[in-house]
């Protein structure tokens, strides 16, 4: 069984913000293939589906981002799935808008979501879909993770998400985090 989770913010506050950036991976993958989150329980926005004949598991937290873990934690141990079927989507201030990278395990990278999933997983030894969003260039970054993308951002980013879809796929399917990496990287 395979666990995907896009991590954000809940509520319409939030929405389209760069901080939901993988809420907005995750969201164009359901839209993609025609699926829906349909279950609310584990802290979290959830759908179980049989994807290429592989259990799956798509899950947005509904904890806020600084308390993703909890939400990861709690259906990854009711599901008895391993961390090396864990897939995390999240944004990534440290790469350019719509910039994609895979990783495999290693530190949160100050990002508040993975400190929060390695703590409660107990273990670094999960996948990280990042995707750029751009350090604030004039403004905090508070602000900067909190406001909407612009029209040329989104853009960039719609085909990030369009990759993205492509990834997940190829995750489903088995394939290796170094595969990934070196595909998509």
Known sequence: MK???????PGAKYDRTK??????????YLKENGLTLDRDKFEGLYSKQKI????????EPQTYMNESGRSVAQIAKFFKIAPEDILIIHDDMDMPIAKI??????????HNGIKSIIADLGTEKFNRLK????????QSVVSWVLTPFDADQQKAMDQAFATSA??????????????LMNKYN
């Open 52 to 59: 290429n004949g592989e259990d799956v598991i798509l899950l």
């Open 166 to 179: 492509k990834i997940i796929d190829d995750f489903i399917a088995g394939k290796s985090a170094q595969y």
């Open 131 to 138: 995707i750029g969003i751009r350090h604030p260039q004039k």
């Open 3 to 9: 666990l995907i989770a896009g991590l954000g913010n």
């Open 19 to 28: 901080h939901n950036t993988g809420f907005m991976a995750l969201d164009h």
């Open 101 to 110: 990278r895979i990783r495999a395990g290693g530190k949160s990278g100050g």
